[in-house]
C-alpha cells in the first residue's frame, strides 16, 4: 500500500502542471472556472503594467508542485524498508 500512496504523492504534480498548461492554452478549464493556467493566461495582456498578476498563480503552482514532490520524497523515505538500515 506504500508505493501505491507515495506514487500518487508523486503523479499529483503532474496532473497539476498538465491542467494548468492546458488551461493557459485555452484547452483546459474555461472560464470562469478557476485554475492557475487560465489566470496566467489572463494576465499576458497585463504583463508590462501589473506582472504580478501572472507571477504570483505561477509561484503558487510552483510552490504546490514542489510541496507535493518534498512530501513524496519524505513519505517514500519514511515508508521504504529497503531504507530502514
Known amino acids: 500500500?506504500?508505493?501505491?500512496i507515495v506514487l500518487t504523492t508523486l503523479e499529483v504534480p503532474k496532473?497539476?502542471?498538465?491542467?494548468?498548461?492546458?488551461?493557459f492554452l485555452g484547452?483546459?478549464?474555461q472560464p470562469p472556472t478557476p485554475s492557475w493556467g487560465s489566470i496566467?493566461?489572463?494576465?499576458r495582456s497585463y504583463i508590462l503594467e501589473a506582472p504580478w498578476v501572472s507571477f504570483f498563480p505561477g509561484m503558487m503552482m510552483a510552490l504546490v508542485v514542489l510541496g507535493f514532490n518534498l512530501f513524496g520524497d519524505a513519505l517514500r523515505d519514511t515508508l521504504d524498508p529497503r531504507?530502514?538500515?
Open 1 to 4: 500500500m506504500s508505493p501505491i
Open 15 to 23: 496532473a497539476i502542471i498538465v491542467e494548468s498548461t492546458l488551461s
Open 27 to 29: 484547452l483546459g478549464a
Open 40 to 43: 496566467m493566461s489572463a494576465g
Open 83 to 85: 531504507l530502514k538500515d
